[in-house]
């Protein structure tokens, strides 16, 4: 750690960050993108990206992530592994505070996206990792010849429930209305795969099991009644939460604690941008992200010519 102030700190290593990344390194910008843990963000636990434009054949989303992180070293972007934990504006620089320390920046992109939800209720804190699983790809093949209980009826459940159903002898979805969020695409592949069943308007209330999971307690939104369903794995995609806690009180936040950016990726703060998943607006795709990404960087870029002028 050193007193230099960098022209531009990403925060975040998903598809936003490394799209920024890219344009970064190849602009000769001095930058630093912070990562946590391993970069490539949520598309790593996607099994299969078969929406991202000049992919034609599908690509698992770690080789996707795995190509954007190459192509960005190429161009010498520099990455660290380094949580961040609060960020403070101070005047023509932004301190972030972080787990080894502190770094500057003259603009910082905030690319830290989003992270999955639980439903909350008992026996799943209890039998997470002994059947509770919230990544389908991680865990699928687990549950070879297994019941699985899918919980959710977004994008996320069903893609996941259609990987799932590759290795398990039956797949039942619990979600909670009697129609999927899930686009037109997933619904068919899933209401024509044999080995995935549907629980409308029902809702999982408990999980069930002693050293591993053993079923679920279901209930009838409607009526109430309660029915257990059996099972060997429960998956959870109940959708997402921001990963910005160490924003609070530094950058306007929604209600739901997503960073509020106008069209352009500025924040509250001047300097500060936000791309992907972590803001408020996006339709949080890989392909959204990247353009994310893109032009929260070329408007960092005039944030410091502002700068310089
Ligand atoms: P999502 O779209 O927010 O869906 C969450 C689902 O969980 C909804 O069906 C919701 O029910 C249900 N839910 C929420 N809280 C619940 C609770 N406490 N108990 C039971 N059910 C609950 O989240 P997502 O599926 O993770 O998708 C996130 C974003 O990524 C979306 O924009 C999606 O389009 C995108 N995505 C796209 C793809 C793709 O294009 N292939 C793949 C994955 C994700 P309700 O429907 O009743 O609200």
Not at 141 to 150: E, K, N, Q, W, Y
Not at 224 to 232: F, K, N, Q
Request: hydrophobic fraction near 45%; include cysteine; charge should be negative.
């Amino acid at each position: 750690m050193t007193d230099e102030i960098h022209e531009l700190i990403i925060v975040g290593g998903g598809p936003a960050g490394l799209a920024a990344g890219i344009y970064a390194a190849r602009d000769g910008l001095d930058c630093l993108l912070l990562e946590k843990g391993m970069a490539g963000g949520q598309i790593v636990v996607t099994a299969e990206v078969a929406n991202y434009p000049g992919f034609p054949e599908p690509l698992a989303g770690m080789e996707l992530a795995r190509r954007m992180e190459e192509q960005a070293r190429a161009f010498g972007l520099r990455i660290a592994e380094e949580a961040v934990t609060g960020l403070v504006p101070e005047g023509r620089s932004i301190l972030l505070r972080t787990a080894a320390g502190e770094r500057r920046a003259r603009a910082v992109i905030v690319a830290t996206g989003a992270s999955y939800r639980r439903i909350g209720v008992p026996g799943e804190e209890r039998l997470a990792g002994r059947g509770v699983s919230y990544c389908g790809t991680c865990d699928g093949p687990l549950f070879a010849g297994g019941r699985v209980v899918v919980v959710g009826g977004g994008d996320t459940a069903v893609e996941e429930a259609l990987f799932i159903a590759r290795f398990a002898s039956s797949v039942t979805v619990v979600h909670r209305r009697d129609s999927l969020r899930a686009g037109r695409h997933l619904r068919r592949r899933a209401s024509a795969e044999p080995k995935i069943a549907f629980a409308w308007n029902t809702v999982v209330r408990e999980i069930l099991g002693g050293e591993k999971v053993q079923g679920v307690i279901a209930e009838d939104v409607a009526s109430d009644r309660r029915r257990e369903i059996p099972c060997d794995g429960v998956f959870v995609f109940v959708g997402t939460m921001p990963n910005t806690g160490f924003l609070e009180g530094a950058v306007a936040l929604d209600d739901r604690g997503y960073v509020v950016t106008d069209i352009r990726m500025r924040t509250s703060v001047p300097g500060v941008f936000a791309a992907g998943d972590v803001r408020a607006d996006s339709v949080r795709q890989v392909a959204s992200s990247v353009g994310d990404g893109v032009t929260a960087l070329l408007e960092a870029e005039c944030h410091l010519a502002g700068l310089e002028g």
